[in-house]
Nanobody
Framework: QVQLVESGGGLVQAGDSLRLSCTAS????????MGWFRQAPGKEREFVAR????????YYADSVKGRFTISRDGAKNTVFLQMNSLRPEDTAVYYC????????????????????WGQGTQVTVSS
C-alpha cells in the first residue's frame, strides 16, 4: 500500500507561483509513474501532468503547458509540481497519483490507470 501526501497548496494572486510536493510512506516512489490531477468545484477530476519513473519523460495538459513543471527527487522520495504564472482558472484541489505500469498518451490522462491517490491540497488563485 502506498500512502501519498500532498503539500504546498495555498491562496495566491494571479501571476504568482507555487510548488506542490507529493511524498509517500511505505513505498519508494521511484517504482511508480507519477501524475498530478486537479478537480475544481462542480467539475470532473482532470489530468495536469505525469512523469516517468526515471524522470526522462513528461506529459502535460495543454492548459498548463509552459507554465507548470513536474519533476521528481528520488533521494527525497518526492514528486513536485512547480506552478508559475498561476491563473484563477487553476483554482482546484490538486491530487498526486501513482501508476505502477507504463502508459502512453492519451491513456495516461485517465484516472483509471492510477493505483494510488493522495488526499489533495487546495490551490486558490485570486484575480
Amino acid at each position: 500500500q502506498v500512502q501519498l501526501v500532498e503539500s504546498g497548496g495555498g491562496l495566491v494572486q494571479a501571476g504568482d507561483s507555487l510548488r506542490l510536493s507529493c511524498t509517500a510512506s511505505g513505498r519508494t516512489l521511484s517504482n511508480y509513474y507519477m501524475g498530478w490531477f486537479r478537480q475544481a468545484p462542480g467539475k470532473e477530476r482532470e489530468f495536469v501532468a505525469r512523469i516517468s519513473r526515471g524522470g526522462s519523460t513528461t506529459y502535460y495538459a495543454d492548459s498548463v503547458k509552459g507554465r507548470f513543471t513536474i519533476s521528481r527527487d528520488g533521494a527525497k522520495n518526492t514528486v513536485f509540481l512547480q506552478m508559475n504564472s498561476l491563473r484563477p482558472e487553476d483554482t482546484a484541489v490538486y491530487y498526486c497519483a501513482a501508476d505502477s505500469t507504463p502508459g502512453s498518451w492519451p491513456t495516461v490522462t485517465t484516472t483509471d490507470v492510477y493505483d494510488y491517490w493522495g488526499q489533495g491540497t487546495q490551490v486558490t488563485v485570486s484575480s
